[in-house]
Every structure is written in structure tokens, then in C-alpha cells.
């Protein structure tokens, strides 16, 4: 199990950007395929976007494409997102995820129920 605690969320402008964190402990962290979601209130989880085991391979969802940016340091067990562009419609919770398949890190994992742990979630607000 990897524990993953999220930090960087906060309210912002429309036009805004933020730089979310994902902190992980316990295993080792470059096992892991790493994911970032979302959730809106009323709402499911939604994807954002993935990376790899050694970050040579991200994918994101159409919606955030062009204007957020996953990466990861596996030196420091932290995953990032770099949300640039920020619209009132990205407001939610968001929320990182490791993944310990590898089919996750080779092919990516949009679907939610491929990670194995989560973390607590931050809220991110953008104002209009």
C-alpha cells in the first residue's frame, strides 16, 4: 500500500493556475502508475490525466488537454499537476491515485477502478 496525501488546492480566477502535489509514502513509488481525478459535487469521478512508472508516458482527458500538465519525480515520491488556463468548470475535489499495474503504466488508466490507493482529495475553486 502507498499512502498519498495531496496539497496545492486553493481558489483561483478563471485564467488562473495552480500546481497540485501528490506526496507519496510507504511502497516504492516508481512501482506505481500514477493518476489524477476529479470529482464535482453532484458529479462522478472523472479522469484528468496519467503518467507512467518512469513518467515517459502521460495521457489526460480531452477536457483538460493543451492546459494542465502531469509529471512526477520519483527521486522525491511526488506526483504533480499543472493546471494552466483554469475555468470555472474544472472546480472539484482532486484527487491522486496509484496504480500497481503495469498495464496501467505501459497503456494509461482512465478508468478509476485500476488504482489500488487514493488519497484524501483538494479542492480547487475557480472563480468567474
Known amino acids: 500500500q502507498v499512502h498519498l496525501v495531496e496539497s496545492g488546492g486553493g481558489l483561483v480566477q478563471a485564467g488562473g493556475s495552480l500546481r497540485l502535489s501528490c506526496a507519496a509514502s510507504?511502497?516504492?513509488?516508481?512501482?506505481?502508475?500514477m493518476g489524477w481525478f476529479r470529482q464535482a459535487p453532484g458529479k462522478e469521478r472523472e479522469f484528468v490525466a496519467d503518467i507512467s512508472r518512469s513518467g515517459s508516458r502521460t495521457s489526460y482527458a480531452d477536457s483538460v488537454k493543451g492546459r494542465f500538465t502531469i509529471a512526477r519525480d520519483n527521486a522525491e515520491n511526488t506526483v504533480y499537476l499543472q493546471m494552466n488556463s483554469l475555468k470555472p468548470e474544472d472546480t472539484a475535489v482532486y484527487y491522486c491515485?496509484?496504480?500497481?499495474?503495469?498495464?496501467?503504466?505501459?497503456?494509461?488508466?482512465?478508468?478509476?477502478?485500476?488504482?489500488?490507493?487514493w488519497g484524501q482529495g483538494t479542492q480547487v475553486t475557480v472563480a468567474s
Open positions: 491515485a496509484a496504480a500497481s499495474d503495469y498495464q496501467c503504466s505501459n497503456y494509461g488508466c482512465p478508468d478509476a477502478t485500476r488504482y489500488d490507493d
Open positions: 510507504g511502497r516504492t513509488f516508481s512501482w506505481y502508475a
